[in-house]
Protein backbone atom coordinates (compact mmCIF):
# COMPACT_ATOMS: atom_id res chain seq x y z
CA UNK A 1 0.00 0.00 0.00
CA UNK A 2 1.15 3.85 -0.75
CA UNK A 3 0.66 6.83 0.81
CA UNK A 4 -0.46 9.29 -1.89
CA UNK A 5 1.44 12.63 -2.18
CA UNK A 6 -0.73 15.61 -3.54
CA UNK A 7 0.49 17.87 -5.37
CA UNK A 8 4.06 16.23 -5.58
CA UNK A 9 5.49 17.37 -8.67
CA UNK A 10 7.41 13.77 -8.71
CA UNK A 11 6.53 11.78 -6.23
CA UNK A 12 3.05 10.44 -6.58
CA UNK A 13 3.52 7.99 -3.49
CA UNK A 14 5.10 7.18 -1.11
CA UNK A 15 5.30 3.65 0.37
CA UNK A 16 3.23 2.85 3.26
CA UNK A 17 6.22 0.59 5.49
CA UNK A 18 8.39 3.86 4.98
CA UNK A 19 5.91 6.17 6.99
CA UNK A 20 5.06 3.16 9.52
CA UNK A 21 7.59 4.06 11.93
CA UNK A 22 6.14 7.67 12.34
CA UNK A 23 2.44 7.06 12.64
CA UNK A 24 2.36 8.66 16.08
CA UNK A 25 3.64 11.66 14.14
CA UNK A 26 1.00 11.60 12.12
CA UNK A 27 -1.72 10.83 14.79
CA UNK A 28 -0.18 14.15 16.64
CA UNK A 29 -0.13 16.30 13.40
CA UNK A 30 -3.08 15.70 11.74
CA UNK A 31 -5.23 13.36 14.41
CA UNK A 32 -5.95 10.98 12.00
CA UNK A 33 -4.47 7.29 11.05
CA UNK A 34 -1.98 7.13 8.10
CA UNK A 35 -4.60 4.82 6.62
CA UNK A 36 -7.19 7.64 7.31
CA UNK A 37 -5.35 10.92 5.66
CA UNK A 38 -4.73 8.24 2.66
CA UNK A 39 -8.42 7.53 2.40
CA UNK A 40 -8.80 11.63 2.38
CA UNK A 41 -6.40 12.49 -0.45
CA UNK A 42 -2.99 12.01 1.25
CA UNK A 43 -0.83 14.09 2.04
CA UNK A 44 1.66 17.20 0.25
CA UNK A 45 5.62 16.61 0.20
CA UNK A 46 6.13 18.89 3.20
CA UNK A 47 3.52 17.81 5.51
CA UNK A 48 5.04 14.02 4.93
CA UNK A 49 8.37 15.96 5.76
CA UNK A 50 7.09 16.90 8.88
CA UNK A 51 5.80 13.60 10.04
CA UNK A 52 9.00 12.22 9.34
CA UNK A 53 11.28 15.05 11.29
CA UNK A 54 8.61 14.66 14.45
CA UNK A 55 7.49 18.63 14.16
CA UNK A 56 4.31 20.40 13.04
CA UNK A 57 4.20 21.41 9.49
CA UNK A 58 3.90 24.86 10.66
CA UNK A 59 7.65 24.65 12.33
CA UNK A 60 9.12 23.45 9.17
CA UNK A 61 11.05 26.16 6.86
CA UNK A 62 11.13 24.59 3.57
CA UNK A 63 9.25 24.63 0.46
CA UNK A 64 7.36 21.93 -0.97
CA UNK A 65 10.00 22.14 -3.88
CA UNK A 66 12.79 21.34 -0.66
CA UNK A 67 10.19 18.98 1.07
CA UNK A 68 9.85 16.70 -2.57
CA UNK A 69 13.55 16.61 -3.06
CA UNK A 70 14.38 15.78 0.95
CA UNK A 71 11.91 13.06 1.00
CA UNK A 72 12.94 11.20 -2.41
CA UNK A 73 16.57 10.83 -0.65
CA UNK A 74 15.05 9.50 2.38
CA UNK A 75 12.65 7.38 0.78
CA UNK A 76 15.67 6.01 -1.97
CA UNK A 77 17.62 5.50 1.65
CA UNK A 78 15.08 3.79 3.27
CA UNK A 79 14.21 1.42 0.58
CA UNK A 80 17.79 0.51 0.14
CA UNK A 81 18.42 -0.09 4.26
CA UNK A 82 20.64 2.69 4.85
CA UNK A 83 20.09 3.84 7.95
CA UNK A 84 19.19 7.85 7.05
CA UNK A 85 17.51 11.05 8.89
CA UNK A 86 16.50 13.38 7.23
CA UNK A 87 18.30 16.95 7.63
CA UNK A 88 16.85 19.15 10.51
Given at each position: ?69 ELS ?9 VPS????
Open positions: MNMTIMEGKYLKSIPMEVLRPFEKQAYRNHDQTLERLNQRGGLTPKETLAIIRGCSFYRLNVTEDQAEAKFIKAAQSNTPEA
